[in-house]
């Protein structure tokens, strides 16, 4: 074969379809009934938009960003992640002073030039949610219950969240402080990488998988012990509305997250059964971000989850989620004579919204008796010379074997 995919993508074929459809229809429902609203951006944005936001100390806008120039060298980049382009949309559009909450959602696909492996592609799709307009940390309970509620819909059972909180600017500087500090004896064993982290931002140490700096995680500072009196309150507020919407989580200091943009909570879902990309989705606060972009300082919290890991995840409990579309009847035409009539019934059926198969291929009143059954449809359909002459098909119940004529308002009775 002369061509072939790109590395780290993949096709969905139809039978792959119903299981995104029916993730896609649960998470889209789920969203409304917590008053959230569909939101689409482009999937190219200005390089700037990520560099600024996720930034600086990011592997995610340094390392796997699909860069490009266009005809004009302007440089663009496409999108590793939603948030970003969420929050340009938001500043360009003047919402942050008309005030008042935004609650966005979204899905599509984001592109990263990771490694390829199990549950990590370059092209991934996302699920996600944006609320903007308010420091209250009953938001965060909420976005976190909204994922929850989804994940229990789904049937999904083995996922722990897991919740940190990472601060504000202030708190964060006194904890980089602290890990310098904790981390200046060991900089000759660090990883080049980490010897750069150091110094642009250190709590990214924690998220190295080099097996020294790795070594070096357990006994780090935490930095729930550097919290500002605000930041406390707001981290024991956020558990709190967890405990009384009885969304259970465990406090995990090492959750880091990897954009630079968050402040206070953080959190992650993880599913231990998919291996080495365990995360199914992961968020947090991001309070500097919409002021960083330009626009009025607001508060924001969001999170998106990996349709790939997720449907690993379903897979690895057995659950399937999804029906195969049957149809509803089976057209069967007999002859050329019979053709006219045969095609006008499909027509019309169709438009009405009935699901009907038909096989123009099959000649044989048996071969189209054979794929009727095979097909699943709960009825047949007949349309031979008997019919023809009579105006008017048979309608078999390939369940009960009767079968009577029909006239076009006694079928779409039945059919509906
Ligand atoms: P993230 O943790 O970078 O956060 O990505 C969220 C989820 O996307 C991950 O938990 C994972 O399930 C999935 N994911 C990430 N990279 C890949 C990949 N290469 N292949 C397959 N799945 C992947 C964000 O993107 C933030 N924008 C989330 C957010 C929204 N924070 C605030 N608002």
């Known amino acids: 074969m002369k061509y072939k995919i790109p590395r780290g993508t993949y096709d969905i074929f139809p039978k792959d379809s119903a299981r995104w459809h029916?993730?896609?229809?649960?998470?889209?429902?789920?969203?409304?009934?917590?008053?959230?609203?569909?939101?689409?951006?482009?999937?190219?944005?200005?390089?700037?938009?990520?560099?600024?936001?996720?930034?600086?100390?990011?592997?995610?806008?340094?390392?796997?960003?699909?860069?490009?120039?266009?005809?004009?060298?302007?440089?663009?980049?496409?999108?590793?992640?939603?948030?970003?382009?969420?929050?340009?949309?938001?500043?360009?559009?003047?919402?942050?002073?008309?005030?008042?909450?935004?609650?966005?959602?979204?899905?599509?696909?984001?592109?990263?030039?990771?490694?390829?492996?199990?549950?990590?592609?370059?092209?991934?799709?996302?699920?996600?949610?944006?609320?903007?307009g308010s420091n209250n940390p009953y938001y965060d309970a909420e976005v976190i219950a909204l994922e929850m509620q989804f994940l229990a819909e789904l049937g999904l059972k083995n996922v722990s969240l897991e919740i940190n909180s990472v601060g504000c600017a202030q708190c964060s500087e006194d904890y980089d402080e602290a890990l310098r500090a904790y981390y200046k004896p060991h900089m000759d064993g660090l990883c080049p990488d980490c010897q750069k982290r150091y110094h642009v931002r250190p709590r990214r140490l924690q998220d190295c998988k080099a097996a020294y700096c790795r070594t070096l995680k357990a006994a780090a500072p935490s930095q729930l012990d550097y919290l500002d009196q605000d930041c406390k309150e707001h981290f024991t507020q956020v558990k709190s509305y967890l405990d009384q919407m009885?969304?259970?989580?465990?406090?995990?200091?090492?959750?880091?997250?990897?954009?630079?943009?968050?402040?206070?909570?953080?959190?992650?879902?993880?599913?231990?059964?998919?291996?080495?990309?365990?995360?199914?989705?992961?968020?947090?606060?991001?309070?500097?971000?919409?002021?960083?972009?330009?626009?009025?300082?607001?508060?924001?919290?969001?999170?998106?989850?990996?349709?790939?890991?997720?449907?690993?995840?379903?897979?690895?409990?057995?659950i399937a989620g999804y029906e195969p579309i049957k149809p509803r009847v089976y057209l069967i035409g007999i002859g050329e004579a019979v053709r006219a009539m045969a095609i006008e019934y499909l027509s019309k059926l169709r438009k009405d919204g009935i699901y009907v198969e038909y096989n123009p291929d099959k000649s044989s009143f048996r071969a189209q008796m054979?794929?009727?059954?095979?097909?699943?449809?709960?009825?047949?359909?007949?349309?031979?010379?008997?019919?023809?002459?009579?105006?008017?098909?048979?309608l078999k119940d390939l369940e009960s074997s009767q079968q009577h004529s029909v006239d076009y308002r006694q079928l779409l009775d039945i059919l509906n």
Do not use: C, W
């Open 22 to 132: 029916h993730v896609i229809d649960t998470f889209r429902r789920v969203a409304q009934s917590f008053g959230y609203e569909e939101i689409t951006t482009p999937i190219f944005e200005m390089a700037e938009v990520f560099e600024r936001s996720s930034g600086e100390s990011s592997d995610v806008v340094q390392k796997e960003m699909y860069r490009f120039q266009d005809q004009k060298g302007r440089s663009f980049a496409l999108r590793p992640e939603g948030t970003a382009g969420v929050v340009r949309a938001y500043v360009e559009n003047h919402l942050d002073r008309v005030g008042g909450k935004s609650k966005f959602y979204y899905i599509g696909p984001m592109f990263r030039y990771d490694r390829p492996q199990a549950g990590r592609y370059r092209q991934f799709y996302q699920y996600g949610i944006e609320f903007i």
């Open 370 to 394: 054979k794929a009727a059954d095979a097909s699943g449809a709960r009825y047949a359909l007949i349309i031979g010379e008997d019919e023809l002459a009579a105006k008017m098909p048979t």
């Open 246 to 318: 009885d969304v259970k989580y465990q406090v995990n200091p090492g959750i880091v997250r990897g954009l630079d943009y968050y402040t206070n909570t953080a959190f992650e879902l993880i599913v231990d059964a998919l291996g080495a990309q365990n995360s199914i989705a992961g968020g947090g606060r991001y309070n500097s971000l919409i002021s960083q972009f330009g626009g009025k300082d607001t508060a924001a919290i969001g999170f998106a989850g990996g349709f790939e890991r997720l449907l690993l995840a379903l897979e690895k409990e057995g």
